[in-house]
């Protein structure tokens, strides 16, 4: 099972009598999101890869991971989560896997368990492999296939039982939108099926792909509601048979989460071309410049890199963050969101009740609720009176291999 990072002891330190104290240091990052490439056999409508993947440089090779990881652990980080896109596909892993073991960083696979074999789980295993979390999309195969863009339902659920079976730490993660909603007792119970020891409940962050696709997947308030008491129930019942996490989506909320625990703060995610970022969707964020490992040390990078001074601390908040008294517990929400919203990455989060462009949420809220009577559909499924409105077409990345 991933670990939650403990909370950081700060270091006691003595500067010489008279001298001042210097100046905090950037804090310790404790996890490293290694982003092995964006290729990948399916098209999920809300994929976390660059919408344009043209230009981007070739993926880092063995060697340089290994030293990155190596640079990882002096830093700090205690764990190492390794997805894509999809890892499998690197035909590396294994030898990605021992490197990481080597040094002491806790190793979890993040995958759609699509292009896994039994004998490959195995040989990752006795690379070293600490766990593996597996996605699904829905509990209907007609319904999974729609948003995944290909059948794997009974994919997974075979690989979910390679796992158990070779006694490796299993989390399933579902990610939660306005089609599969009204599902969320079958996902709940097909975890417990698959004999999950965590479940993670994630609802779509509206970036990227997920953006483009808002109008299909954004769910209704009384949605989210009906949601959150069937995870506390469920909660109630499982006791500790079976971890679940929820996170909800911060459109429903009068004030943003801490995304990534605050920019430059916890997590360090290194992109398939050996670009360093404070959060997977940082690439969308023009005017930043962001560092390589394939040329730079990645504790120089966290310490000093463009990207990371950027938007630590507080010093470049505008109101009504500036003077907020959440400002050192959301950070100000999500740098990504505020661009992708408002064209401002500087700005403050829009799902902020507080923020000047808040109406931007509003908005596609009351868009949501205007299609409150049409009961989701399954493609494919034969329309009944409640599914007889026509689906909504998603938009998906192109296939990358
Ligand atoms: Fe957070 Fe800024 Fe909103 Fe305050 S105004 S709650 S700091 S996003
Ligand atoms: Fe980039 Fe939230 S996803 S800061």
Not at 19 to 45: F, M, N
Not at 160 to 188: F, Q, Y
Not at 390 to 399: A, C, H, I, M, V
Request: glycine content about 8%; hydrophobic content about 40%; overall charge neutral.
């Amino acid at each position: 099972m991933t670990p939650t990072p403990p909370t950081p002891t700060p270091t006691p330190t003595s500067p010489p009598a008279g001298a001042a104290a210097p100046p905090p240091g950037p804090p310790r990052p404790y996890t490293l999101v290694a982003e092995l490439t964006y290729r990948c056999p399916l098209r999920c409508a809300y994929c976390s890869n660059p919408i344009a993947l043209a230009g981007l440089g070739a993926e880092l090779d063995t060697a340089t991971w290994a030293r990155v990881f190596g640079e990882a652990e002096a830093l700090g980080v205690m764990q190492v989560t390794l997805t894509g896109g999809e890892p499998l596909v690197r035909t590396d892993l294994e030898e990605l896997v021992r490197a990481a073991r080597e040094r002491d960083l806790f190793t979890t696979l993040i995958t759609s368990g699509v292009p896994l074999e039994r004998e490959r789980l195995l040989r990752l295993r006795d690379a070293g492999l600490d766990g593996v979390q597996l996605s699904f999309q829905d509990v209907d195969p007609a319904a999974a296939a729609r948003v995944a863009g290909i059948e794997a339902l009974a994919r997974k659920q075979e690989v979910a039982g390679w796992v158990k079976a070779l006694e490796l730490p299993l989390t399933v993660n579902i990610v939660l939108h306005r089609e599969n909603l009204p599902r969320l007792p079958a996902l709940i119970a097909l975890a417990e099926e698959l004999g999950a020891n965590r479940l993670e409940l994630a609802h779509v962050q509206y970036l990227g792909w997920a953006l483009l696709n808002r109008d299909v997947l954004l769910p209704t308030a009384a949605m989210i509601a009906g949601a959150r008491a069937t995870v506390s129930a469920a909660r109630v019942r499982l006791g500790d048979r079976m971890e679940i996490l929820s996170v909800l989506p911060d459109y429903f909320s009068d004030r943003p989460r801490a995304c990534m625990e605050g920019w430059g703060r916890r997590y360090l995610v290194i992109a398939p071309d050996g670009r360093v970022l404070p959060c997977q969707a940082a690439h969308t964020l023009s005017g930043l410049t962001f560092d390589n490992v394939a040329t730079r040390g990645l504790g120089e990078i966290w310490r000093d890199g463009d990207a990371f001074a950027r938007f630590r601390g507080e010093s470049w908040m505008p109101d009504p963050c500036r003077s907020c008294e959440r400002r050192r517990i959301d950070f100000g929400g999500c740098r990504c969101q505020a661009f992708q919203l408002t064209g401002d990455m500087q700005a403050t989060d829009p799902t902020c009740g507080l923020a000047p462009r808040h109406d931007l949420v509003r908005a596609a809220r009351s868009a949501a609720e205007s299609r409150a009577g049409e009961s989701p559909a399954i493609e494919g499924a034969a329309p009944t009176p409640e599914s007889a409105a026509p689906l909504l077409r998603l938009r998906r990345p192109p296939t990358v291999g």
